[in-house]
């Protein structure tokens, strides 16, 4: 157990889990009422797609300024700033849900500021886990933050469906405004320590190219974000079309909704808890390529579930291996990178993870459109069986670039 959990010996990391323990589990319950909404106005898979799309496409256009703005200004104030905006933007949402005056471009707006905020709030945040719990505990971290992540992941969805079922879409935007006040007053309350080294002196411009440059010039680093970015894009129509499974083929509703995605973060917390006993980066690559092919297989199952109990195990599997891929690379990127490049090659990561998904969620919602959302989901998963497949041949690399830090 102490092994386990030892990056939450530093009392910086402590607070951070606390808060995002709270303020995810809001996250999640906001994530269900989004697309629950949607669908209850619409019916269309291809509204559900561009709103998807809308609340990710930012992420993707200003994840390269965030990176920069990470690198040349304080991290924490970069995020407490941002998840007050994020705070704002779900007391817009109870609002206008509430008293019935929402429509779709106003989802679609609202969505684009969450999704501008994430673009500067994510790689700030992902660039002070080095600082809270030092280089030796970096891979530990990175595990437990994404353990939090899927563990609120589980519990939101499931309360989300619920809370949607019992009090309406706007009770969940209002319990996520709320929980984001304990996110912000642990990051108040923290004393991490930032090193400052005239990075600032080089033009905005120059700085934001050298960190291209320099992700360029590295294959394995190239090789990791190639894998990421083509699994986020392929196993997004699975996520965005999830409304469509639940309820046009199971007959589940909301709660059949909260239940497939409580059980991909049964999966996700399963799999993180397991990565994060693993102390030495040597392993990571085997990871991320198995979790990859796992991956696909979950999102064949997932594709062509006969029965509703068959689509959660392809909804666990997914879980499962996803999260250790993403955990996984997290750690080999933030072993190998220097830290003078930290906040843009983060953003660049981010923009994999989350900038993909509105290309993946447009797609799924017009391809879906034409051939079905089960044929959908199918080619998404082919899609990554196939980058998983590519990735193998540069593994060893990779390996070998973890292993020189």
């Known amino acids: 157990m102490p092994k386990l959990f030892r990056a939450l010996r530093h009392r910086d990391f402590r607070l951070y889990v606390a808060g995002q323990i709270i303020s995810l589990t809001g996250t999640w319950m906001q994530s269900l009422a989004l697309s629950w909404l949607v669908y209850r106005l619409t019916k269309s898979t291809l509204l559900m797609g561009t709103v998807g799309f809308a609340t990710h496409i930012p992420v993707l256009l200003l994840g390269p300024l965030g990176g920069l703005v990470a690198d040349r200004f304080p991290r924490r104030r970069t995020v407490i700033l941002m998840q007050g905006l994020l705070?704002?933007?779900?007391?817009?949402?109870?609002?206008?849900?509430?008293?019935?005056l929402i429509e779709v471009w106003m989802i679609t707006l609202l969505a684009m500021l969450m999704g501008a905020c994430n673009a500067f709030e994510i790689p700030a945040r992902q660039s002070l886990y080095v600082h809270m719990v030092g280089r030796e505990d970096l891979p530990n971290a990175i595990a437990l933050n994404s353990m939090t992540f899927n563990a609120a992941r589980v519990v939101g969805p499931s309360l989300g469906g619920f809370s949607v079922a019992l009090f309406g879409e706007a009770a969940c935007f209002l319990l996520n405004a709320i929980s984001f006040l304990a996110v912000l007053a642990c990051f108040v309350a923290m004393r991490v320590h930032e090193p400052a080294d005239g990075r600032e002196q080089q033009s905005p411009l120059e700085h934001l190219?050298?960190?291209f440059v320099y992700?360029?010039?590295?294959?394995?680093?190239?090789?990791?974000?190639?894998l990421t970015a083509v699994m986020n894009f392929s196993s997004a129509p699975a996520l965005?079309?999830?409304?469509?499974?639940?309820?046009?083929?199971?007959?589940?509703?909301?709660?059949?909704?909260?239940?497939?995605l409580g059980i991909f973060g049964i999966g996700a917390v399963v799999g993180t808890l397991a990565l994060a006993n693993e102390t030495s980066v040597e392993i990571m690559p085997r990871i991320v390529n198995l979790s990859a092919l796992g991956v696909g297989v979950g999102l064949l199952i997932f594709a062509w579930a006969p029965v509703y109990e068959v689509l959660l195990l392809?909804?666990?599997?997914?879980?499962?291996?996803t999260m250790r891929q993403l955990a996984a690379t997290n750690s080999l990127i933030q072993?190998?990178?220097?830290?003078?490049?930290?906040?843009?090659?983060m953003a660049l990561y981010t923009m994999t993870v989350v900038g993909m998904l509105p290309l993946g969620n447009f797609t799924a919602g017009a391809v879906a459109e034409h051939i079905g959302v089960?044929?959908?989901?199918?080619?998404?998963?082919?899609?990554?069986?196939?980058?998983?497949?590519?990735?193998?041949?540069?593994?060893?690399?990779?390996?070998?670039?973890?292993l020189r830090q």
Not at 240 to 260: C, E, K, M, N, T
């Open 240 to 260: 965005v079309l999830g409304p469509v499974f639940a309820d046009a083929i199971f007959h589940r509703g909301s709660q059949g909704l909260g239940f497939i």
């Open 87 to 100: 705070m704002g933007q779900a007391l817009a949402m109870a609002a206008l849900t509430y008293t019935g």
């Open 215 to 226: 992700v360029h010039h590295s294959k394995p680093l190239r090789a990791l974000l190639g």
């Open 209 to 211: 190219r050298s960190g």
């Open 374 to 402: 089960r044929w959908t989901v199918c080619l998404g998963g082919l899609f990554t069986l196939a980058a998983a497949a590519a990735f193998a041949g540069a593994r060893r690399e990779v390996q070998e670039a973890a």
């Open 314 to 321: 392809g909804a666990l599997i997914g879980g499962f291996c």
């Open 335 to 345: 072993t190998m990178i220097d830290d003078r490049y930290r906040g843009r090659v």
